[in-house]
């Protein structure tokens, strides 16, 4: 029920912390840097509140380390930065990749590369959140449009990062952490929180850290506790020992992408506005997903076929969706703001990849309904 | 440079553009405009993201004359040494190589950069200007942050670990030149750069600069809020020539008369309200402590 005790206007940083409180965060580490500050910020207060730690670490490196450590011992963790800082973070993002260790990493972002534009808005982050740490390996990024949206995909990412052991990266930008909006703090168990699994081997029973059940769960002992066990960002056996053996680093990778991999319709999230018979689709997300939106209306008034998908999940990437609702466009439009990152991605979904477009912005303002209807005429043939 | 510089012999000399963008009643003003005032034109600066980036200001208003490479916040002390070997490849004498950078980028994040520069022996100036939390992304604790402050991070009962010792830290890689000094003394800070700059070697200088804005005080407090660290021995200003300490300036006549109270200090500042009176009673004990050895 929706009470004046559970209704708030404030900031999307704000939101993904009412989120993470929801879903049951109890450890936090984190830097300043901004646009993201205010995550660390409320959280410092939040936390000790509910018998929860925060902890200011020296660098961003040590926060990555610090939520690893908090998690293996059976906390619900998160961190948050921007560009800069997800680089810096990015060494200890693979480990916990490697070592199957559930974390959540908040990317409010900002112009880049390199300290770029700190208090501008941008969606550059895209490819790094895939790509930014080494190696093969499958990640789980999601972003959200409103307030609303933000705290449920914040509560999405502590449940799949529990899920399938993984860090879940939650990519925000400038606009959304900073803009203020209504958010209503659903009631405890509304929206499903996920439990860490935790194992039922008993004490002094050999127990297996890294041997899947047969849903493909790992089941978890709290590290320190009862099972004595090997954490490695080694290649490594069903006991955690590092190993060599071609056979098991060929059956790890396959494990770790796989266990992502095979479960895209699981982790798609995703909204859809007036895309029944759209003639155009504009493809977006975050920031860019609002003006997108806006427009829509707008023209949908005119009687323009002009719908939106919104992704919430961006990795990974929901190839087969998009395709689907995409196939009976004339035209597609990625909208973002960024030199293209998603629409590479989306071209390579659909059956015509020439009906691709792109419209971005890239000069750390926010891309505004007017800049797509530009952009959308001239894909018309109307001119500007 | 035994000779102290006085108002009257200070040079006229400027390296930084009046109309910068810094907050009213910056310390790091003070610091930045007399420490460029010390080193001349032969310079080049070196500085992470900091306050000092915003005071740098954003073009057309920008504040600094000198050639200054922005560096990634972790890397101060390692750019330094780089731009120091190019100006050996190349053979160029008499370039002051200045790392400028504030306590975050010193002592927690950069700490790492510091202290390779000082165990490889680079020929580098480091200047520290301590405000003692990080300001520029708005108020929150860092390791240079006093005990039982309050910031956006440590926002109940202040912070519980005590000040972090950057200049002994940096003094155990027994560097030939390293001072301390402070905004509300600008001339001991102009003497210090210019003797540290006559030095071969890592140098380093850490500058307590206090922050209006993050302390909690009227921008025109600064300099009164500056020497009153000093007098209370809050902050001590010292010297360090290859290994031999001394206290300087203020700090040295302050061995011979009594010390302020710390809690004037403290009650100047509406960071320090969570401290009661017992915490500061333990804060005035450990003062005395320090000084009783300063003493000895």
Not at chain 1, 301 to 326: D, S
Request: contains cysteine.
């Amino acid at each position: 029920m929706t009470t004046h005790n559970n209704i708030r206007f404030i900031q999307g940083n704000e939101a993904c912390v009412e989120g993470a409180i929801y879903a049951g965060i109890n450890f936090f580490a984190g830097y300043p840097i901004t646009p993201s500050t205010e995550i660390a910020e409320h959280l410092a207060s939040r936390l000790p509140q509910q018998g929860g730690k925060f902890i200011q670490m020296e660098d961003e490196i040590a926060s990555m380390g610090a939520i690893i450590g908090a998690s293996l011992t059976g906390n619900k963790v998160m961190t948050a930065t921007s560009g800069p800082g997800f680089s810096l973070k990015q060494e200890a993002l693979g480990y916990a990749c490697m070592a199957e260790i559930p974390c959540v990493i908040a990317n409010v972002q900002r112009g880049g590369p390199s300290t770029g534009n700190p208090t501008h808005v941008s969606q550059g982050d895209i490819n790094q959140a895939r790509w930014g740490t080494h190696g093969d390996h499958a990640i789980i990024a999601m972003t959200a449009s409103s307030h609303q949206d933000v705290f449920n995909i914040t509560v999405d990412a502590f449940n799949m990062a529990e899920t399938y052991r993984t860090p879940v990266i939650i990519l925000l930008d400038e606009v959304i952490g900073h803009m203020r909006e209504k958010l209503v703090i659903p009631d405890p168990g509304v929206i499903p929180v996920v439990k860490r699994l935790q194992t039922s081997v008993p004490k002094d029973v050999d127990y297996h850290p890294y041997l899947p059940r047969e849903d493909g769960r790992l089941p978890m002992s709290d590290f320190g506790g009862e099972h004595r066990y090997n954490v490695t960002g080694l290649f490594h056996d069903m006991w955690g020992f590092p190993s060599n053996d071609p056979k098991i680093v060929r059956g790890l990778l396959r494990h770790l992408v796989d266990k992502i991999e095979n479960n895209v319709s699981d982790i798609t999230r995703y909204k859809e506005y007036w895309l029944d018979n759209a003639e155009y689709v504009l493809v977006s997300y975050g920031a860019a997903a609002r003006s997108s939106i806006h427009l829509a209306r707008n023209r949908q008034a005119r009687g323009v076929k002009l719908g939106v998908l919104e992704l919430q999940t961006i990795w990974p990437f929901p190839a087969e969706l998009v395709r689907e609702k995409c196939a009976g466009a004339k035209a597609v439009m990625v909208v973002e703001m960024n030199m293209g990152q998603l629409v590479a991605q989306v071209k390579s979904a659909v059956d015509t990849p020439d009906k691709v477009f792109l419209c971005n912005r890239i000069d750390g303002e926010l891309i505004s309904p007017t800049d797509i209807k530009t952009a959308l005429r001239m894909i018309q043939g109307k001119g500007v | 440079m035994n000779q102290k510089t006085s108002i009257l012999n200070l040079t006229e000399d400027e390296w930084v553009n009046p109309g910068n963008r810094a907050c009213a009643g910056c310390g790091l003003g003070i610091v930045y405009r007399t420490a460029l005032k010390a080193l001349g034109k032969n310079t080049i600066l070196v500085v992470p993201p900091s306050c000092l980036t915003v005071l740098q200001g954003l073009y057309p208003i920008a504040a600094t004359k000198l050639p200054c490479l922005n560096v990634v916040f972790a890397s101060t002390g390692a750019a330094a040494t780089g731009v120091r070997a190019a100006m050996r490849a190349r053979k160029k004498d008499g370039v002051n190589v200045v790392a400028f950078a504030g306590d975050g980028g010193t002592g927690d994040i950069g700490i790492q950069a510091l202290s390779g520069a000082c165990e490889r022996g680079d020929d580098i100036l480091y200047i520290c200007y301590d405000n003692e939390a990080y300001m520029n992304t708005g108020v929150q604790r860092s390791g240079t942050t006093p005990q039982g402050v309050v910031t956006t991070t440590t926002p109940i009962h202040g912070k519980s670990q005590v000040k972090k010792d950057i200049p002994a830290i940096v003094a155990a890689h027994h560097i030939p030149y390293l001072a301390t000094a402070s905004a509300a003394y600008p001339l001991d800070l102009y003497d210090k750069v210019k003797k540290a700059i006559t030095k071969k070697g890592p140098k380093y200088i850490h500058v307590h600069t206090p922050c209006p804005s993050g302390w909690g005080f009227e921008p025109s407090q600064t300099v009164k809020i500056g020497k009153l660290a000093v007098k209370t021995g809050l902050f001590a200003l010292y010297e360090m020539e290859d290994g031999d300490f001394k206290l300087t300036g203020p700090s040295l006549s302050a061995l011979s008369k009594p010390r302020t109270p710390v809690k004037s200090y403290f009650d100047a500042q509406q960071r320090f309200a969570s401290l009661d009176e017992e915490a500061i009673a333990q804060l005035q004990h450990q003062v005395d402590q320090t000084w009783a050895g300063y003493m000895g």
